[in-house]
């Protein structure tokens, strides 16, 4: 079939009623036409329908930047942002379009529109997610490649199970709850995120991990700009054993330029309490840094962060710089497909223990995944996916302990709600 093909039997079926199979054809052909402005006039009209609502605001903002006159698609861009809860940035679009002194009908139907907002508009908004996966580690210890470690005494063999490069089965489950308190007509919204993890090994269980952290703050939302404050803390065990316990706060700013571009930044700050090790009780501070924008029918996410650990031994204090990206884009056959590349420095303060030197490592991370929407219900926005991951890990050191290379396979099912 061929573009133009595409193009009209995507219509066809908006036309009809079947949203899905007008999405579906209509993304495809976006990737051919981006310019075409009937073609985003009805992929944003679908998404809207099949509660794609992101992707309706970018199919309209496409249409604004080829003809910015057309007032219809700032009320259809007005829509979409008020099904996303952001009734002050819909309010705005109307108003935009009210100060152009529009035709009686048009201004009619705004005002109703506005009061339609004001008597539905929510105050609390609940969401979730629950995963269940299974993940295929070759090597869980991250055991060194070397067979003999070289210290101060000399050339040490490694024994005890973690010498061994180990081949584990895990299966984890994973909770996140999300809530928003935002009063009406108001700039200020009060946001807290739970998440409560939960991994067993197969086979070896003084690795199995249980996970619980919370954030909770105020955040500032004025326009396309977001100012958040988030208290948190996370608590962690590890076997049978509760390794860390960790309080702090994070600060976030988020400007929007458009749907196809945006950037954020991050401070974060954790005072850390290691049970079992009361030497690496440290303060951790650290700077994030990301950016997302959308090029070519490819979405790229850049991210860096620089992290700094003080702890109570310097042995186990330490500077880390991450740098990383990930590209991904929709697939034939429904599927979105991603790769990603992380590199991982670090610095620690003083030598180690039965070394002479300052350890110094590079972790590179590289992986792919897959992910596909098995279903989605129009009515309550909620939706299962299926997710694939493959990802290698190899690390270097100035010091053999800490060099290995790990693979690692998994496979989720993502329940959003």
């Not at 099949?50 to 006159?69: G, Q, V």
């Not at 609390?124 to 629950?130: I, K």
């Not at 490694?158 to 180990?166: A, D, M, N, R």
């Not at 004025?222 to 100012?227: G, P």
């Amino acid at each position: 079939m061929s573009k133009e093909n595409d193009l009209s039997k995507g219509i066809e079926f908006f036309k009809s009623g079947q949203f899905e199979q007008s999405y579906e054809i209509l993304l495809e052909a976006i990737e051919h036409y981006p310019q075409n402005i009937e073609l985003n006039f009805y992929l944003g009209r679908s998404a809207f329908e099949t509660k794609n609502y992101e992707m309706a605001i970018m199919a309209f903002e496409r249409i604004l930047i080829i003809s910015p006159h057309e007032h219809r698609i700032r009320l259809e861009i007005a829509r979409a942002f008020q099904k996303l809860g952001a009734y002050n940035i819909a309010r705005k679009y109307c108003n935009e379009v009210l100060m152009t002194n529009p035709p009686d009908t048009v201004r009619n139907n705004i005002q109703k529109f506005l009061t339609y907002m004001e008597k539905t508009e929510k105050t609390h908004f609940l969401s979730g997610r629950l995963i269940m996966g299974v993940e295929l580690n070759n090597n869980v210890w991250a055991s060194p490649s070397a067979d003999k470690i070289k210290t101060i005494i000399g050339d040490v063999i490694l024994t005890g199970p973690s010498s061994i490069k180990t081949r584990d089965w895990i299966y984890n489950t994973n909770l996140e709850l999300n809530h928003s308190y935002q009063p009406f007509f108001s700039n200020y919204a009060w946001k807290t995120n739970v998440i409560a993890y939960n991994a067993i090994y197969n086979d070896i269980s003084a690795l199995d991990i249980l996970y619980f952290g919370g954030l909770t703050g105020p955040e500032l939302i004025l326009d396309k700009n977001k100012f958040g404050l988030r208290f948190l803390f996370n608590q962690i065990d590890l076997g049978d054993i509760r390794y860390m316990n960790s309080v702090g706060f994070t600060t976030k700013f988020d400007h929007v330029f458009n749907s196809f571009f945006t950037t954020g930044a991050g401070l974060k700050y954790e005072k850390k309490k290691f049970e079992a090790v009361p030497q690496r009780d440290s303060n951790n501070l650290s700077l994030t840094f990301n950016m997302n924008f959308y090029f070519k029918n490819n979405w790229f996410n850049l991210g860096f962060t620089a992290e700094n650990e003080n702890a109570t031994d310097n042995e186990f204090s330490y500077q880390k710089y991450i740098p990383g990206v990930s590209i991904s884009r929709k697939l034939p056959f429904g599927l979105t497909g991603s790769i990603y590349y992380k590199t991982l420095f670090s610095r620690y303060d003083d030598p180690a223990t039965l070394f002479n030197k300052d350890r110094k490592d590079q972790q590179n991370f590289i992986g792919a995944s897959l992910e596909k929407k098995i279903w989605h219900s129009l009515k309550s926005n909620q939706s299962v996916l299926f997710h694939l991951n493959y990802q290698h890990t190899r690390s270097y050191s100035n010091i053999d302990l800490y060099e290995y290379n790990m693979n690692l396979l998994q496979l989720s099912l993502i329940y959003n709600f």
